[in-house]
């Protein structure tokens, strides 16, 4: 019975590992082809598209580290945040708009989730879908418009903090999630260890 249990088990782990690298892959596919886009047919630099941004949040006592897959910076303001993942864009919706509120003072005022074959275009503010699809992604030009007609003020305290909490529970889901902030397959083991230390 209890050799029953033991292959049970490693057949488990098997499909769990096996979709953790297919989502990996997937995940990198989609971070792959949004530089493509927005470099090669949206019309921003190299210089305005940072990779893998790694942010610091301080709750109470406890420190932790999050991240977006793409910071866009037009003329000295930080504009848009991308987060690609495996698929599934309606549960990152949120997981973004946090992202985006918590990684600049003001908030970054708008967000991007896409996987590799849809994309939704998000308002900060109002934490609204306000276009979808790739083309939805605006272009340089477009962006600046929308950045000059934003209103940018700083999240009240209570805000903050309510945003963290968000943010970092998305974050601890994401040891049993198909992706690293790296867009390495996390090992199963020990994902969820790292998000202890």
Known sequence: MEDELVQREKKIFAILEQEIEDGAHLAAAARKMMHFLLLEKKGYSEEEVERNVIFTLTLGAETAHSSVDFLVTLNGKKALVIKCSAGSLDSRERQAIAAAR????????FAVVADPEHAEFLDTATGKVIGEGFGAVPVREELLKLLAAVEQK????????????????????????????????????DACEKKKT
Do not use: H, M, S
Not at 102 to 109: Q, T, W
Not at 156 to 184: N, Y
């Open 154 to 189: 700083p999240l009240a305290v209570e805000r903050v903090e309510k945003e963290k909490r968000i943010l970092l529970a998305f974050d601890a889901i994401r040891c049993c999630v198909p992706q690293g902030a790296d867009g390495r397959a996390i090992q199963l083991g």
């Open 102 to 109: 918590l990684l600049a003072v003001p908030p970054v005022p």
